[in-house]
């Protein structure tokens, strides 16, 4: 029993020893745990440093870049007066604008990142370090108290110890006493001088055991005390206290670092909002690109370089009024119609058929030269283009982004000979169409003017064949689409109604 209670009283020394150990532990990985929040800030405040300096580097190419376009397009502004004709010209505007939005953008990132994020940072490092310092003092003291706590269990253990152990041997002694008596009493001639000393021994013993046991009581009842608030004091400090130290260490820091990342984060959010409301615009410039529109803003830009010219005029009276002029001349002297005239009618007549009949072939060449012509078109555009997959960018941005493959080497010979077979046809066409002008106006002159009322009725034309719409591309993009072309071959050569004279 008295080892027992050896035992008993040297575990909550070891016990002891091992708390003071986890205690030291604490306070060195709550120090780490401070250093590496602060560290953590110093990195982001260090971040939003050196991000500054880029996007001031970077804002500040940008404005260069977009200033030195807009000196050199005012110095050379005599030899750029025709810019503001072409359709291109809003795209070069746009890009400009977006560059000086762009610049305008990454300078308040700039600022942003330098100015206040920075600061807060850096105040949240020096924050949390400054605050672990102060709170190291509580912890000590949380620790001193937790010592006490199990210094008086560690105290009371012992005193029970000793006083039940001085508790135990009293009751041993009395034991033997009563034992020794009765022993006694048991004999056969029991001496009552004997029995008497025996008794005041026993009364003796008593009196002893009664205070051991008294004693041990209290002691007991210490240790039972000292032992629950030692348990109590290291519930509390273990399951409330210590994360309560840590929340106290760390007050206000993921706050504010949450507070920086989340205006960092809004901040992005709004440049990215301008880069696709700039995206829009230079989207809507290149959508507006019209070649049929810069054709007709040139030409109105400069009506006396295409201004159509007054029509020759004729020397001399019209045919009309010279026949008249030499009816009254002749006061009938000679009949109106002749052999000569008839003769002079027949060969206009005659010459009117070669015309018309000249004009319709040339009429069928020509749409066959415009189907050709569109043909050559759309293929010389599709190779100045390239394949879709050259212009394709979705696949270099996004989490899965790969970096852009090396372009191929171009062979430009194909699209050199594609061009002067385009240009051969355009050639063609252009001729052709300049000849079935000049034969329909003759053809009309004739009827109109030279057989007046004799002239027999116009040939009907042939009708157009049907051929397929050119692609969208052709269509949209050809400048010599006009509104009051053919519908066979939408050029306006092929105009249905020949000119008037």
Same mark, same amino acid.
């Given at each position: 029993m008295l080892c027992n209670d050896l035992q008993s009283t040297a575990e909550p020394i070891h016990f002891m020893a091992d708390i003071r150990v986890q205690l030291s532990e604490q306070t060195r990985v709550l120090e780490a745990r401070a250093e590496a929040a602060a560290g953590v800030a110093g990195e982001l405040h260090d971040y939003c440093r050196r991000r500054a300096d880029l996007e001031h580097e970077y804002s500040r190419a940008l404005d260069k870049l977009a200033r030195a376009a807009a000196q050199r397009h005012k110095d050379q502004k005599h030899k750029r007066e025709q810019w503001p004709l072409t359709g291109a010209y809003a795209c070069w505007q746009a890009a400009l604008d977006n560059t000086r939005a762009l610049s305008r953008d990454h300078a308040a990132l700039a600022e942003l990142y330098g100015g206040p994020l920075a600061a807060r940072l850096q105040r949240a490092a020096d924050d949390v370090l400054r605050l672990h310092r102060k709170c190291r003092d509580i912890v000590a003291e949380r620790h001193e108290e937790v010592g006490a706590a199990l210094a008086e269990a560690a105290a009371g253990g012992k005193a029970h110890a000793a006083a039940a152990a001085e508790w135990r041997a009293a009751a041993l002694k009395l034991r033997h006493a009563h034992h020794a008596r009765q022993a006694l009493l048991a004999a056969d001639t029991p001496r009552h001088k004997k029995i008497k000393a025996l008794d005041k021994e026993l009364e003796k013993r008593r009196t002893r055991h009664s205070e051991a046991r008294a004693k041990a009581l209290r002691a007991r009842a210490d240790y039972v005390l000292s032992l629950e608030a030692a348990n109590a004091t290291l519930q509390r400090y273990y399951l409330d206290d210590i994360a309560d130290i840590m929340l106290c260490t760390e007050v206000g820091f993921e706050a504010m670092v949450g507070r920086a990342v989340r205006t960092a984060?809004?901040?992005?959010?709004?440049?990215?909002? /301008?880069?696709?409301?700039?995206?829009?615009?230079?989207?809507?410039?290149?959508?507006?690109?019209?070649?049929? /529109?810069? !054709?007709?803003?040139?030409?109105?830009?400069?009506?006396?370089?295409?201004?159509l010219p007054r029509p020759l005029a004729q020397v001399g009276d019209a045919p009309p009024a010279q026949d008249r002029e030499m009816r009254e001349l002749l006061e009938g002297a000679a009949d109106e119609r002749d052999d000569a005239a008839d003769a002079a009618a027949r060969d206009l007549a005659q010459r009117l058929a070669q015309l018309e009949t000249s004009a319709r072939s040339l009429r069928a060449e020509c749409r066959e030269a415009a189907k050709t012509l569109d043909a050559a078109e759309a293929e010389l555009v599709r190779q100045m283009e390239g394949p879709d997959a050259a212009w394709d960018v979705s696949s270099l941005f996004g989490p899965g982004a790969s970096p852009p493959a090396p372009a191929p080497p171009e062979d430009d010979a194909p699209r050199r000979d594609q061009e002067d077979y385009y240009l051969a046809k355009f050639r063609s066409y252009v001729s052709c169409?300049?000849?079935?002008?000049?034969?329909?106006?003759?053809? /009309?002159?004739? !009827?109109? @003017?030279?057989?007046?009322?004799?002239?027999?009725?116009?040939?009907? *034309?042939?009708?157009?064949?049907? *051929?397929?719409?050119?692609?969208?591309?052709?269509?949209?993009?050809?400048? !010599? *689409?006009?509104?009051?072309?053919?519908?066979?071959?939408? @050029?306006?050569?092929?105009?249905?109604?020949?000119?008037?004279?």
């Open positions: 984060s809004a901040a992005e959010s709004a440049r990215a909002h /301008a880069v696709c409301a700039a995206a829009g615009a230079l989207l809507a410039a290149a959508d507006a690109l019209d070649a049929l /529109a810069d !054709r007709q803003r040139f030409v109105a830009a400069h009506p006396a370089a295409f201004a169409a300049g000849r079935l002008a000049r034969l329909e106006s003759k053809a /009309a002159a004739v !009827r109109e @003017r030279l057989l007046g009322a004799g002239a027999a009725p116009a040939t009907p *034309r042939s009708p157009p064949s049907p *051929r397929a719409a050119p692609p969208p591309a052709v269509a949209d993009t050809s400048p !010599r *689409r006009s509104t009051t072309a053919c519908p066979p071959c939408s @050029r306006p050569a092929c105009a249905s109604s020949p000119p008037t004279a």
